[in-house]
């Protein structure tokens, strides 16, 4: 379905495995999207705006969050 390249951690070049989605109010614009929680086998974890694909991957705060 997706041609997109899965993303590579940023910290250790790992596989990046996805973790589900959080709701976030974005500082930006005042919306709420959703966070897509990513995490390597490093134990790294990132996060990125689903609306926003192609953005760097940010370090997530709430690793607690991955994987619910
Ligand atoms: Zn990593």
Redesign the pocket.
């Known amino acids: 379905m997706s041609t997109e390249a899965r993303p590579l951690?940023p910290?250790?070049g790992?596989q990046l495995k996805a973790g589900g989605m959080v709701l976030c109010k974005r500082e930006d614009d005042g919306r709420r999207v959703c966070r897509l929680l990513w995490k390597?086998v490093?134990r790294?974890v990132w996060w990125t705006w689903s609306d926003r694909p192609g953005d760097e991957l940010e370090p997530c705060p709430h690793p607690q969050l991955f994987g619910g």
Do not use: S
């Open positions: 951690c910290e250790c790992g390597c490093g790294h």
